[in-house]
Each structure stands twice: as C-alpha cells, then as structure tokens.
C-alpha cells in the first residue's frame, strides 16, 4: 500500500477540477456577501434595526474571514509565504474568538 501511494500523482486534470470547484465556493461567497450588504444597506437606510446591523456586519466579517483562510490553506509548505500564511491562520482563528457577538453582548 505504501509503495502505491508513493508511485500514486494526481492528474492535472484533478487540479483543474478542484480549481473550478474552489472557484464556485468562492463565487458563493461573494454572493452571501453582496447579500449581506444589501440586508445591512436595507437596515441602515430604515433607520433601525441595530441588531440586524450588528448581525450582517458580523456575517460580513465570518465571510471575509473565510475568504482569507481560504487564500492562506492554499499555501503550501514549500512556499516562501507559507510562515506568513500560517500566521494568518493563527491571526483568524483569534479573531474569531474576538468577533463572536455574544462575547460583546456578554461584556455589556
């Protein structure tokens, strides 16, 4: 089994694949974005709403965020970026913790 996964290389095509795939998930993204700022813009232009507010402008914040530790898995090891892209990581995993909107609740 070994000496088959060694032998074992994946095909250009399985990257082309897995490239289109991640295109669409970001794609997706993009779209619960663009559908958070029109619920924010909405909210904002009633004049209330303070929690849908704070709300989008978390899930704003989520999307973002997984955007970035998208970008940065894709680093690899063998990438002079990937120290940098490794402390982004880190960097985002605090963040999340930070952001979380019952922690200012909590703090109020």
């Given at each position: 089994m070994?000496?088959?996964?060694?032998?074992?290389?994946?095909?250009?095509?399985?990257?082309?694949?897995?490239?289109?795939?991640?295109?669409?998930?970001?794609?997706?993204?993009?779209?619960?974005?663009?559908?958070?700022?029109?619920?924010?813009?909405?909210?904002?232009?009633?004049?209330?709403?303070?929690?849908?507010?704070?709300?989008a402008?978390?899930?704003?914040?989520?999307?973002?965020?997984?955007?970035?530790?998208?970008?940065?898995?894709?680093?690899?090891?063998?990438?002079?970026?990937?120290?940098?892209?490794?402390?982004?990581?880190?960097?985002?995993?605090?963040?999340?913790?930070?952001?979380?909107?019952?922690?200012?609740?909590?703090?109020?």
């Amino acid at each position: 089994m070994t000496r088959e996964l060694k032998e074992w290389r994946p095909s250009i095509e399985s990257f082309e694949q897995a490239a289109v795939r991640l295109a669409a998930e970001a794609a997706r993204v993009v779209e619960r974005a663009r559908a958070e700022q029109e619920r924010l813009a909405t909210a904002e232009a009633a004049g209330g709403g303070e929690g849908a507010r704070f709300s989008a402008s978390w899930r704003l914040r989520m999307l973002a965020r997984s955007m970035q530790r998208a970008q940065s898995v894709m680093v690899t090891p063998t990438d002079e970026r990937y120290t940098a892209a490794s402390e982004v990581l880190r960097w985002l995993d605090e963040e999340d913790g930070r952001d979380a909107p019952w922690r200012a609740e909590e703090a109020a």
